[in-house]
């Protein structure tokens, strides 16, 4: 066979192509039948790299392992253009969490979080993950909510050889392993992430709730009120107590699988397990502010205690069947992550105008539950697939409580009049159902090139159901006596004090549809795609998508009235372009360019009239029937150049036009400071991303160099965005109950978007020693000030400064006893930077919320079976 390798002087040929093909290949082609294969430039470029016609990052399960993120949040912060928030979401390109979508092996996902359709990916374990792509230009074949990227999760596949690995670490925190810490008691089983029952709602309450009745005087009798509030447990979930020494964090990871020839096919599965448990103390202080003047002055100001508990349990079961050109994959995944917090908070509060102490105790707890089955089908050059998934996230938090003391002559009092408690229970389910078909046909022009034609369809319908419920205990009949104002939690809300002489139980859910609501989202979709070589090294994928889509929001009334009237459903159809042209101009050089349009459609949360208090901020948040979807227009250019094996350089930029994009504002209610949203008449993010790779031989002949490879990998993002205001602009705010109002006065032209940091920059620097089968890493990351909510009406918005943070990863594998280990050590946060959201105007400055995050450590051990 003989073959024709394009080289630089070839691709010379190739540019000349596009002007003029047939001159430029009469000129130069070889002979008839001398040619039997044509070897494209690009030896150097990876598999996945030449096989997606898309802008996009591959996170490998090297890159998990080098790494040694424990979650697929934390992992994608090492991703260019990519930063976290709170923890668990994740911002494309300086984009909000609504405008990245999370795919697991290509299937849709629910999310538990009440704020949020978008799934937390902190959810996920890096143990399961076989590696994530990261798409920044959008393609036909993936859902239309696409605006910052898509992050497509790949779990681990079904091994080829039968192996067991079990591994275990432990680790701590400066600022609370074996420091003191708040607690409290709840249930014997706390320490599983699982409620032994202590916390399930009281059968009487169930009861109401059953008969849609409202728990107040009206409704109830004195005795039977005072059997409900007794049946409420008290002591092991009011009292917060002091711990002198917390828990180390440990995690337990079991994995395991094989594969089987059955002659006529193979089957395999794979099964992961792992637990983790682990303590977060923080310490700092709350401060709101208000403007005088030129400055911005602390008015409440509050010093903060909290201590939380975050316990994990996950699980993954998958197998295959693959027989001649075909292949089935049934893959279940659960995960159940409870956050167990005690908090504490004193100071001067100015809305209160006195001094005061507020005590909570809280439990999270979520889970998701996704199983999918996928299958491919090879017939010559036509390829077939499909895949069916259903998913389930839950969170539930029941017996959420708090409870106000104020100070009084140096005593700590609480009257149940002026100083208030509150016991909430809420749940929230959201569930998937998706499907899709893919159909592909590779139709060859030319011994070397080949267009590949695609079309497909897909459903997704999501439903939620929200609800939540708030009790307290009032002194309706007579005010309660001194000392027992003075009294500690369970003590204040025992037995002996709850009569109608002294404490009586009353429901203060939110009537009319405020307290509970049905989403719903059904979106079907179609396609069609053409990936194709058009001349030689110049391929341009160029499809189309549709979809039609219905979002309804309904306010459901709790207690057997008339739901509420809710706004007519989002009823909207799209067409969605998109095409990407690649030009492998040299060798291992490849130029992209790309335009799409895309879509966003609001969160059920922020559709929502339901009022929800964030425990993170202690914000309260309303959401908005009136907004409507954000339209997007993208442009994409990224140049790469693959210098070498795994080694890289690229650089490219990015513009996107948002017409009525998300925005938060606030929207004062009497005394009620609460967030909710608008759409904002336009905006644009515009920025660009450099990006290198390289990797050293060894660069001395001493013996601890002569084995060692080095490697140093680095990003960086500039992005720029800005909200356009022109006069005469109108927004619907929840204020206006439909009705429009100037733009003006909720959002300023010029407006950053929030979440959107200038700059954000990655560093990792580091070695292997194959010898010494040893790797360590230093990983920094670097993300510049951004808006995390918008400030009250003249004052500035409240900032986050994420700073730098630097981490370091050791792995070493060793033998003994015959057996191969693997060791690690894991150390985070080592320059201690703080978490800090504030305000500024002029000299003044405010702290919204700040405190240590500290530094972590932790070791692992592993091995193989």
């Given at each position: 066979m003989k073959r024709l390798h394009l080289s630089l002087a070839a691709a010379l040929l190739a540019t000349s192509a596009l002007i003029a093909p047939q001159a430029a290949f009469a000129q130069d082609a070889p002979a008839e039948g001398e040619v039997d294969e044509l070897v494209v430039l690009g030896r150097f470029i990876p598999d996945v790299m030449r096989e997606t016609s898309e802008v996009a990052t591959v996170l490998t399960a090297e890159d998990l392992q080098r790494s040694g993120d424990a979650t697929a949040a934390v992992a994608l912060t090492r991703v260019s253009a990519v930063s976290l928030v709170s923890g668990r979401f994740v911002y494309v390109r300086g984009l909000g969490e609504r405008?990245?979508?999370?795919?697991?092996?290509?299937s849709p996902l629910p999310s538990p979080e009440p704020l949020q359709r978008v799934v937390p990916l902190d959810l996920f374990p890096s143990n399961i993950l076989a590696g994530t792509v990261?798409?920044?230009?959008?393609?036909?074949?993936?859902?239309?909510?696409?605006?910052?990227?898509?992050?497509?999760?790949?779990?681990?596949?079904?091994?080829?050889?039968?192996?067991?690995?079990?591994?275990?670490?432990?680790?701590?925190?400066?600022?609370?392993?074996?420091?003191?810490?708040?607690?409290?008691?709840?249930?014997?089983?706390?320490?599983?992430?699982?409620?032994?029952?202590?916390?399930?709602?009281?059968?009487?309450?169930?009861?109401?709730f059953a008969n849609k009745q409202r728990i107040n005087e009206a409704n109830f009798s004195d005795y039977e009120l005072q059997l409900i509030g007794r049946s409420f447990v008290n002591a092991p979930l009011n009292l917060l107590?002091?711990?002198?020494?917390?828990?180390?964090?440990?995690?337990?990871?079991?994995?395991?699988?094989?594969?089987?020839?059955?002659?006529?096919?193979?089957?395999?599965?794979?099964?992961?397990?792992?637990?983790?448990?682990?303590?977060?103390?923080?310490?700092?202080?709350?401060?709101?502010?208000?403007?005088?003047?030129?400055?911005?002055e602390v008015r409440t100001d509050y010093d903060f205690t909290s201590t939380q508990n975050d316990v994990t349990l996950n699980g993954l079961l998958g197998a295959g069947l693959d027989w001649g050109q075909n292949q089935l994959k049934w893959t279940t995944l659960y995960v159940h992550n409870?956050?167990?917090?005690?908090?504490?908070?004193?100071?001067?509060?100015?809305?209160?105008?006195?001094?005061?102490?507020?005590?909570?105790?809280?439990?999270?707890?979520?889970?998701l539950l996704n199983s999918q089955l996928t299958g491919k089908h090879e017939f010559g050059q036509l390829e077939v697939d499909w895949r069916a998934a259903y998913a389930k996230s839950t969170r539930d938090a029941p017996y959420e409580k708090g409870i106000r003391y104020r100070l009084v002559n140096g005593v700590y009092l609480h009257n149940a009049s002026q100083e208030q408690n509150y016991t909430r229970f809420s749940e929230v389910e959201d569930k998937v159902l998706s499907g899709g078909v893919d159909v592909k046909y590779t139709l060859p022009l030319s011994e070397a090139r080949e267009a590949v034609f695609s079309a497909g369809v897909a459903r997704t319908d999501n439903d939620r159901h929200a609800e939540s419920r708030e009790f307290r205990f009032l002194a309706l009949n007579s005010a309660l006596p001194v000392e027992v104002q003075g009294e500690r939690p369970d003590y204040l809300l025992s037995d002996y004090n709850i009569g109608p002489d002294r404490l009586v139980i009353r429901e203060t859910t939110g009537a009319e549809g405020a307290a509970a609501y049905a989403g719903n989202l059904e979106v079907n979709a179609a396609y069609v795609q053409v990936d194709a070589e058009v001349i030689p090294l110049v391929r341009a994928a160029v499809g189309v998508r549709y979809e039609d889509a219905t979002q309804s929001v309904q306010p459901l009334d709790l207690f057997g009235g008339a739901n509420p009237a809710a706004p007519a459903p989002l009823e909207n159809a799209y067409w969605l372009p998109a095409a990407t042209v690649t030009w492998n101009f040299a060798e291992d050089m490849q130029l992209r360019v790309g335009a799409s349009k895309t879509l966003a459609r609001p969160q059920f949360r922020e559709l929502a009239p339901q009022q929800y208090l964030d425990p993170d901020s202690d914000r309260l948040f309303i959401g908005n029937p009136y907004l409507v979807d954000t339209e997007l227009t993208n442009f994409d250019a990224r140049f790469e150049w693959y210098f070498d094996n795994g080694q890289f350089f690229t650089i490219g930029a990015f513009y996107k036009d948002m017409e009525k994009p998300v925005e938060s504002v606030v929207n004062e209610s009497g005394s009620a400071v609460q967030q909710t949203y608008i759409n904002a008449p336009k905006a644009r993010l515009y920025g660009a991303e450099i990006e290198v790779k390289k990797v050293f031989e060894p660069?001395?002949?001493?013996?601890?160099?002569?084995?060692?490879?080095?490697?140093?990998?680095?990003?960086?993002?500039?992005?720029?965005?800005?909200?356009?205001?022109?006069?005469?602009?109108?927004?619907?705010?929840?204020?206006?109950?439909?009705?429009?109002?100037?733009?003006?006065?909720?959002?300023?032209?010029?407006?950053?978007?929030?979440?959107?940091?200038?700059?954000?920059?990655?560093?990792?620097?580091?070695?292997?020693?194959?010898?010494?089968?040893?790797q360590a890493t230093i990983l920094v990351t670097y993300v510049s000030d951004r808006i995390s909510a918008r400030g009250r009406p003249g004052q500035p918005d409240l900032e986050q400064s994420p700073g730098t943070m630097v981490d370091f990863t050791y792995n070493k594998e060793f033998t003994a006893w015959e057996r191969d280990f693997s060791f690690g050590f894991k150390a985070r946060n080592l320059l201690g930077e703080e978490f800090e959201e504030f305000q500024q105007l002029g000299s003044g400055r405010v702290d919204n919320l700040r405190y240590d995050l500290g530094r972590s450590f932790s070791v692992s051990l592993s091995t193989k079976f």
């Open positions: 405008y990245s979508s999370a795919l697991l092996n290509g990261v798409q920044k230009t959008y393609s036909a074949s993936y859902p239309g909510e696409f605006g910052g990227g898509v992050i497509d999760l790949q779990t681990v596949a079904i091994p080829v050889q039968r192996f067991l690995s079990v591994g275990a670490s432990i680790g701590g925190n400066t600022e609370t392993t074996l420091q003191s810490g708040l607690v409290y008691y709840g249930s014997d089983t706390d320490w599983t992430g699982y409620d032994d029952g202590t916390r399930k709602v009281p059968g009487l309450v169930r009861q109401a107590q002091k711990e002198d020494k917390i828990d180390v964090d440990y995690s337990i990871d079991v994995s395991g699988g094989d594969s089987y020839d059955l002659g006529w096919g193979s089957l395999g599965y794979i099964a992961v397990v792992g637990f983790d448990n682990s303590w977060r103390t923080r310490e700092g202080v709350q401060q709101e502010g208000l403007v005088q003047g030129s400055d911005i409870t956050t167990k917090k005690a908090r504490s908070r004193a100071g001067n509060d100015e809305a209160a105008g006195a001094s005061v102490r507020d005590d909570y105790t809280e439990w999270f707890e979520r889970s660069i001395g002949e001493a013996a601890w160099l002569a084995s060692k490879r080095w490697l140093i990998q680095a990003n960086y993002t500039y992005a720029n965005s800005e909200v356009q205001v022109d006069a005469g602009d109108v927004v619907y705010p929840l204020a206006g109950g439909g009705a429009s109002r100037p733009a003006t006065d909720y959002v300023d032209d010029g407006d950053k978007l929030q979440g959107q940091s200038d700059h954000t920059a990655n560093l990792q620097f580091g070695f292997e020693d194959a010898e010494a089968r040893s």
